[in-house]
C-alpha cells in the first residue's frame, strides 16, 4: 500500500507499506529531503531501517498497557494498523501519511485546527466506543510511551490525560509534584495536574506544541549523526545539536538531569526529552519543556523500601543518578531555598490518591527532603572545588 510520507503540507517520500506486518517495505520517490524526519536521511538517501524504527517508535506500542482489550474493542489486529488508519496524525509533531493518490489536506485535517474520534481513546481507556461504525481518526494512534493515555479537547485546548501504574499508580502524582517543583526551581516545564476520576488518579497536561511548533525526539536527533568512538553519549549528543543547529541544549540538559538526580527519575529515555521546531520554516527552537517525569520519587518501591541514599538507576547519559549527577557543571541556576517547605505541598498531592498511605506520604515527603539535601551538598562540593 503505497503512501506519501507528509510534513504538514509538504510531501517527503513514497513508502510501500506492507499489508501483514504494517511496516515500511520499500522507499519510492523522495520530494524534499530537508523534510525528512531527521536521523533518518543520511548520505544522500533514506535508510530503510531507521525510518521503520521512526515510523513505529511514535506510535502505540504492543506493551502500552490495556492494549490487547482495546485493539479487541476497536476490532484491529495490532498496532500498526491504527497508526496506519489514522494516518499518522499526531498532536506531538506534523507528519503524517496520506494513500496515494488521495486528495486529503493538512488544512483539513490536523488536530491542532480540528477535532478528533473519541473511540479509539475510549477503546484505550477500556470503554466501548459509543457509536457502531468505529472512526480511528485520533491522535491517540500516534501516541507512544506506555502509560495508559489519550487526548481530549477540554474547554478549546487539547490535554492529554495519562494514568498510572499499580500498585501505588504514582506517576500521575508524581507528575504533579514535579510541576511544583520545577516551578519553584525556574525550570521551562509543562504543566501537570491532578485528577481523580472514581477513585484512580490520572494527570492533565496541555499540548507544548502548536500548528506551527513540533516536538522532536532526542532518538531522532540523536541518530542524526554517526557516533564518533571517542565521544560520550552526551558529548554526542550535544555534537548532533550543534550540527542542526539546536539552541541552548547544554543549559537544559544540565537543568534536566539534576532535577531527575532530585526526584530519582530512572526513565529519561531519548523519548522522554527532545527539542522544539518550527514545522514551516525548520527553524531548532530550543529544547522542549521538560515532561513526563512521572516514572520517579520510588514510584515502584515497598513503604519500607524508600531510601534516598539507595544509588537508583537512571538515564540516559549514565546508568546510576550517583554518576549522571557528574555531568552537571553548572549548578549557578539551582537554589534550595526556592524549594523551602515544598514537602507540604507534595504531601497535599499525594494524599490525594487512596493507593497512597500515610506511612508512605511521610516517606517521600522526608525522602525527597533528603534529596534536596543531598544536591545541596553536591553543589556545594562543586563550588569549594573551583
Ligand atoms: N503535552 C504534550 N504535548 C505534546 N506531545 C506530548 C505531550 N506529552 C507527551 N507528548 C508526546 O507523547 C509521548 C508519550 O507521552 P509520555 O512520555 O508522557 O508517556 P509515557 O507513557 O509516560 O511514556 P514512557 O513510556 O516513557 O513512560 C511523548 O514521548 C511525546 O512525544
Ligand atoms: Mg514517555
Redesign the pocket.
Known sequence: MWHTIMHKRVPVADVDIDEETKAIADIGHIYNHTHVPPGVFHDGTILRGRLNQWWTL?GI?S??DGIQGALELLNVEHTGELSLRGLGL????HYWIRPLRSSLEWDNINYYAHGFSEDVGDALFGKKPRNTTIHLLSPDVA???????RWKIINGK???V?GGSGPYYQ?PVN?AIASLLLCRLNIPH?EYHLYVEENMPFSL?????DGHVE?I?AWDIATSMKKKEKHSELDHYLECCKGLGIPGVKEGLEKMLAFDFLIVNS?R?Y??F?ALRNSDSLEWLGPAPL??C??SLWYQSADNMINPELNMESKPFRNYHSEQIRLVRNFDWFNADNLYRCDEECEKLLSQSVFITKLRRDALCKALNKRIGMLESIVASQVQER
Open positions: 511514535r506500542p506493551s502500552r499526531s498532536l506531538s509533531d501516541s507512544n510511551g506506555n502509560l495508559k493515555k487539547r490535554v492529554l495519562k506517576e507528575e509543562v497536561c496541555e499540548n507544548f506544541t516536538f525526539g526513565d529515555h523519548y522522554n527532545g515532561f513526563d512521572g516514572s
